[in-house]
């Protein structure tokens, strides 16, 4: 199949790695279909790309390049909303927010993980109750 989106074009999806996420993410409980794709070879962000509005699109990246000893508390209801049998199944993406007027100040969101089973294609975010994390975490050492 194919979509159409503001910031791509018109782009060749494979329906088999369509991520699912039944509640949506927050804030876009309606688009619930997304595809994730490397922003550029060797870049450490993706476009997590909305297959149902071709207007919404999110730039994430795995935590653990920024703060390196970043853990979700996956419990059981998380494990069975994605069909996981367990942690090891599960990847883990935060959104990440690049100001126009400023990218060197970019921050990642750690409060609100994204929890993927890639074998399943399904996907939730989840809020972290953990008060280290925040949900704008500067990415670039210096900046805030």
């Avoid at 194919?2 to 018109?10: D, L, S």
């Avoid at 060797?42 to 703060?67: E, T």
């Avoid at 996956?74 to 883990?92: F, M, P, R, W």
Wanted: charged content about 20%.
């Amino acid at each position: 199949m194919e979509i159409t989106t503001v910031r791509f074009g018109t782009i060749p999806v494979q329906e088999d790695k369509v991520i699912v996420f039944p509640k949506g993410i927050l804030g876009f409980p309606h688009d619930t279909r997304y595809i994730l794709f490397p922003h550029g070879e060797g870049s450490p962000f993706y476009w997590l790309q909305s297959v149902d509005d071709g207007a919404v699109a999110f730039v994430v990246m795995n935590p653990q390049l920024v703060q390196d000893d970043y853990t979700v508390a996956a419990g059981e209801g998380v494990l069975k909303e994605l069909q996981a049998d367990g942690i090891s199944d599960l990847e883990v993406m935060c959104i990440v927010t690049i100001p126009p007027a400023s990218p060197e100040k970019m921050t990642i969101n750690l409060l609100g993980p994204i929890v993927i089973n890639v074998s399943r294609c399904l996907a939730v975010q989840i809020v972290s109750a953990d008060e280290k994390y925040s949900h704008r975490h500067p990415i670039l050492a210096g900046s805030s």
